[in-house]
């Protein structure tokens, strides 16, 4: 039974708040890494001139999206063959 004053209660939303804001902090800099940075004009500094070459992450989402459609699907299939097991 979980006590709404609890410490572990506390300890438990802090860290998923937590990760939920490391998370939402690092969407736009993967956003700006993947698309914005190809529209930045050429930079000498090396660490820029790498992101904006850089043709991994840019594709990472788009090859990604079919394999989560797949994984979805298969994981909805076992839940139905468990049910009427």
């Known amino acids: ?11 438990t939303t ?3 708040l937590l990760l939920v804001g490391i998370g ?3 969407l736009p800099g993967f ?3 993947a698309f914005m940075s190809k529209l930045l004009p050429p930079s ?3 660490l820029i001139a790498a992101i904006r070459n850089d043709r991994y992450y840019c594709y990472l989402v788009p090859l ?3 394999i989560l459609v797949i ?13 009427h097991a």
Not at 1 to 11: I, P
């Open 71 to 83: 994984a979805v699907y298969f994981h909805w299939l076992s839940m139905k063959l468990f049910k």
């Open 44 to 46: 000498n500094y090396p």
């Open 14 to 16: 802090f860290w998923g």
């Open 31 to 33: 956003l700006f890494t």
């Open 1 to 11: 039974m979980v006590v709404y004053g609890d410490c572990r209660s506390r300890t």
């Open 24 to 26: 939402t902090l690092i």
């Open 64 to 66: 990604t999206l079919p």
